[in-house]
């Protein structure tokens, strides 16, 4: 059974700092590896989609990188301010063989940025 | 990118009463819907998956009568929590999956249910 685990659960840095939040899985049977924004209150926010053939993408200050045989993932946030703090989730999709249409979530990370 | 919407988003009920949430792909068609439970500061745990003209899936632990699943159309499912009771208290959000084998999930925003 695919779990997803996030360390840390939660983080606190000051503005303008680069980050690193991780997500790590036990099977590497996967799809894909998503990360997601989610607001207070709010749903999600897809931010990067990472297929299982690919090592990283990026948008804007975002980067997330895959290595699909330890089992990681990565999401660097750089110059961070104080409009992303939010818990950001990751999620993977497991490969056809074992059923690609669910998600398994993470617990998230809670990041806050300080003024 | 394509637009989910859930309604209401947020909801209070009294304590037996039932509960309606609608999860619509507002402009895509989309055989599965997913719906997903949040309890606070945790991860969405999934609920059911919704196949459009047939039975809902329920993962294990979730009770198929009390949440009942409607996928009557391509672009509507809907869950309805019956004789709901304050532990049913909780943030309910559904996706939608678009075309492609899999397609791309896109997310609602939530509906926040309030049983007293």
């Known amino acids: 059974k695919q779990e997803v685990t996030q360390i840390p659960a939660a983080l606190s840095v000051p503005e303008g700092e680069n980050l690193v939040l991780n997500c790590s899985f036990t099977?590497?049977?996967?799809?894909?590896l998503q990360w997601f924004r989610q607001d207070p209150g709010k749903g999600l926010t897809s931010l990067l989609l990472i297929q299982s053939s690919q090592r990283e993408q990026t948008s804007g200050r975002l980067n997330a990188s895959l290595d699909k045989s330890s089992g990681r993932s990565t999401l660097y946030i750089a110059a961070s301010q104080p409009g992303d703090s939010a818990t950001y989730l990751c999620a993977v999709r497991p490969d056809r063989s074992q059923g690609a249409q669910k998600l398994v979530f993470g617990q998230g990370t809670r990041l806050t940025i300080n003024p | 990118g394509a637009v989910v919407s859930q309604h209401p988003s947020r909801v209070i009920c009294k304590s037996g009463t039932s509960v309606k949430i609608e999860c619509r792909s507002l402009?895509?068609?989309?055989?599965?819907m997913f719906w997903y439970r949040q309890f606070p500061k945790k991860s969405l745990m999934l609920m059911a998956t919704s196949n459009e003209g047939s039975k809902a899936t329920y993962e294990q632990g979730v009770e198929k009568d009390k949440f009942l699943i409607n996928h009557a159309s391509l672009t509507l499912s809907t869950l309805t929590v019956t004789s709901a009771h304050p532990e049913d208290s909780s943030f309910y959000i559904c996706?939608?999956?678009?075309?492609?084998?899999?397609?791309?999930?896109?997310f609602g925003e939530g509906s926040r249910l309030t049983v007293l």
């Open positions: 402009d895509f068609q989309a055989t599965t």
């Open positions: 099977d590497s049977a996967i799809y894909n």
């Open positions: 996706s939608a999956q678009g075309a492609g084998d899999p397609g791309e999930l896109f």
